[in-house]
């Protein structure tokens, strides 16, 4: 099977900058979220539709950046 109708987008949560990649596999949709820099993944989810693996994996990914502490840098 070949990856299809493959999207990539970013937006803000929470005041981090995330990449949302969706595409999907057969008959299932899959979503992960990355943090924009560094790069790191943060969730992934699957759904029957596109909206429902991108929901959910946001739900996963707005609770970790909750929790995500920040310190403040010297300028």
């Avoid at 596999?25 to 699957?46: F, K």
Wanted: aromatic share 6%.
């Amino acid at each position: 099977m070949k990856p299809e109708e493959h999207s990539r987008r970013e937006q803000e949560v929470g005041g981090w900058r995330i990449a949302i990649e969706t595409f999907r596999l057969g008959e299932t949709y899959h979503c992960t979220i990355s943090n924009v820099d560094p790069g790191a993944r943060l969730a992934r989810a699957e759904g029957s539709t596109r909206e429902e693996a991108e929901r959910r994996a946001l739900e996963k990914a707005e609770r970790y950046l909750a929790q995500t502490r920040r310190f403040p840098t010297g300028a």
